[in-house]
Nanobody, 126 residues
């Protein structure tokens, strides 16, 4: 499974960005709807951090404590794409954001991806 993230960039504190991740290359018998999807981030010098995840149908999701109330995750199964809407961005949100897929369509906590995409850099200026 290949995951292609996009939408990163430079934004001022208090602004918004929406990241997208499109999936392809599924094994035979599987589709985008077979997977839970999620986002992680890693800031310079810090460990990778869970950001958000959503089950196959989009009807259940979760977000990390540091972004709760500001970030939301959604998916469009017809387009094979997962989104991360980021509002009220803070300088501490600056990181490389990674898209990930879990073969469990009803992911369990902690979200444990089987596949990772390349990162997209988000920089929030103060």
């Amino acid at each position: 499974v290949q995951l292609q993230a996009s939408g990163g960039g430079l934004v001022q504190a208090g602004g918004s960005l929406r990241l997208s991740c499109t999936a392809s290359g599924f094994p035979s018998g599987f589709s985008f709807s077979s997977y839970s999807m999620g986002w992680f981030r890693q800031a310079p010098g810090k460990e990778r951090e869970f950001v958000a995840a959503v089950i196959w149908s989009g009807t259940r999701s979760s977000t990390g404590d540091s972004v709760k109330g500001r970030f939301s995750i959604s998916r469009d199964n017809a387009k094979g794409t997962v989104f991360l809407q980021m509002n009220n961005l803070k300088p501490e949100d600056t990181a490389v954001y990674y898209c990930a897929a879990d073969r469990n369509p009803y992911y369990e906590t902690p979200f444990s991806p089987s596949y990772w995409g390349q990162g997209t850099l988000v920089t929030v200026s103060s």
